[in-house]
């Protein structure tokens, strides 16, 4: 790699690269535990000189700064890990490429430029529809319902459910239709200190009118920092 990060660990110099990923298709079904042992098989299969922890349990470091919630897609996703020599970026994306399932694909490597405790928000799109209603009113009545002064749901947390407001935390949002889908584009809070999935939203919305919807399409498009620029 150009301008590796290197760090000493007990004496050792490790190079400590992030990897970023496509998550799609049939992967997007993949849970995050799964997936954090698929890239650590996918690791050891590629035959890269991957960095183990120290002590008594040493395991592949492997470490996602903003995990992807189950049947997301996600096109700018990320992790970071360790190799114990400095070898080509070529090289280790073709290594780690060829031991990835499909609809998991790594798209670059670098250098950490960020920490993840950077992170404040993330962008998404969705397509979603309702039985036996018209796209154009299934699109009016989530337009009114993203109009309310606030929209009251229920999140789980680690003390229990938590009724909270999302209305202050939507920092920009776009609807339209698409064929016979209603399309939202949104920004929402994400990262160590807060996190809102778009799905809490429209799943509020769903349950106060009384219907199921269907997602054609739920994708994160980008993770943001506090400062507007993409996580790097």
């Not at 760090?7 to 079904?29: L, S, W």
């Not at 890269?48 to 002590?55: A, C, E, R, S």
């Not at 992170?119 to 299934?138: H, N, Q, T």
């Amino acid at each position: 790699m150009d301008n590796p990060k290197i760090i000493v660990v007990e004496g050792t110099p490790v190079y400590d690269i992030r990897a970023f990923y496509r998550k799609e298709g049939r992967a997007k079904y993949i849970s995050h535990l799964d997936l954090y042992r698929t890239i650590q098989r996918s690791f050891q299969r590629s035959k890269l000189p991957i960095w183990f922890t120290q002590g008594f349990n040493p395991h592949i470091y492997l470490t996602f700064a903003l995990p992807i919630a189950l049947g997301y897609e996600g096109v700018e996703e990320s992790f970071d890990f360790r190799l114990r020599e400095n070898l080509p970026e070529e090289e280790i994306l073709s290594r780690l490429n060829a031991a990835l399932p499909e609809g998991i694909v790594i798209s670059r490597i670098a250098a950490p430029q960020k920490k993840a405790e950077e992170i404040e928000k993330a962008e998404y799109s969705l397509l979603f529809s309702a039985k036996d209603i018209p796209a154009g009113k299934l699109l009016a009545d989530f337009d009114a319902f993203l109009a309310q002064d606030a929209i009251l749901t229920e999140k789980r947390t680690k003390k229990g459910p938590k009724e909270i407001d999302l209305k202050p935390g939507i920092f920009a949002s776009k609807t339209g239709l698409s064929g016979d889908a209603v399309a939202l584009e949104i920004t929402l809070p994400a990262g160590i200190f807060q996190n809102i999935n778009p799905t809490l939203l429209t799943d509020a919305f769903a349950a106060g009118k009384g219907i199921a919807l269907d997602y054609r399409l739920i994708r994160r498009n980008a993770v943001l920092c506090k400062d507007g620029s993409r996580f790097a």
